[in-house]
């Protein structure tokens, strides 16, 4: 009795404590699956960054991985499938960073706007440079998605200008929604230029700033055009 015991602890112990086993080693080869393919993204986004999106191939990157080419290819798809997942989560990181900007002055509004975006580019401005060129001229950028950065970029501005315009920063002689689209489009022509070469990031800066200080002086109170006025001069005196 006492061997037939034992024998059945054994297996059928062994048995009943089979699942949490291999449970556990599901899990352990899923997030050993996930550590792969972000190692990959990595080794993918440092090759557009120093190469450029055209010049990037899944060859190139499956030997700089030190994998095969049909394991990219199981793991990601094609090139521009695996493009698509690291602007996915650039767009997630921008968003992220514009969240719940202070809206209680124009001016703070608009720097903090400005520098969020400034720090996060800072931080890999090789691969946001490359990436943003290759996903205007890919399409990759829904401009109409309502959680696109670019329609998350316009309603901080509608918001922004609502709000200095409560707040009497405005005189409301021109339309909220026109001002702006004039303010996010400040945003967008300096991020099209620092793309493509044009300008470097400080300077990025001033001209994003230039234009929406300019933009609320189209509309703003006495008080408010003077406060303006000194920061126009600051940054032209930078």
């Known amino acids: 009795n006492s061997l037939l015991n034992l024998w059945s602890r054994f297996f059928l112990g062994g048995h009943q404590m089979g699942s949490p086993v291999l449970a556990r080693g599901n899990t352990t080869r899923q997030a050993n699956k996930k550590l792969r393919r972000q190692r990959i993204l990595d080794i993918a986004k440092n090759l557009i960054a120093t190469g450029g999106f055209e010049a ?20 990601f798809g094609k090139k521009d499938d695996i493009f698509q997942e690291l602007v996915s989560g650039m767009v997630t ?15 703070e509004a608009a720097e903090v706007f400005t520098d969020s ?8 401005e090789a691969f946001y440079r490359s990436a943003f060129i290759a996903a205007d001229r890919t399409g990759l950028f829904d401009h109409e998605s309502p959680s696109g950065i ?25 339309e909220t929604a026109k001002l702006a689209e004039q303010l996010f489009a400040c945003q967008r022509l ?14 990025y800066r001033t001209q994003v700033l230039m234009g929406m200080y300019i933009t609320y002086a189209s509309d703003a109170t006495p008080d408010f055009y ?13």
């Open 56 to 75: 990037f191939t899944l060859t190139q990157l499956a030997r700089e991985a030190g994998v095969s080419a049909p394991t990219i290819y199981n793991l």
């Open 93 to 107: 990181t921008i968003s992220i960073a514009l969240s719940d900007p202070n809206m209680s002055d124009p001016i």
């Open 117 to 124: 975006l400034l720090h996060l580019y800072e931080q890999d």
């Open 150 to 174: 670019f329609q998350q970029s316009l309603q901080i501005a509608q918001r922004i200008c609502t709000e200095a315009k409560e707040n009497d920063f405005l005189k409301g002689n021109i």
């Open 190 to 203: 300096a991020r099209q230029d620092w793309g493509n070469g044009y300008i470097d990031l400080k300077r």
């Open 226 to 238: 003077k406060r303006l006025c000194k920061k126009i001069a600051a940054l032209n005196n930078k």
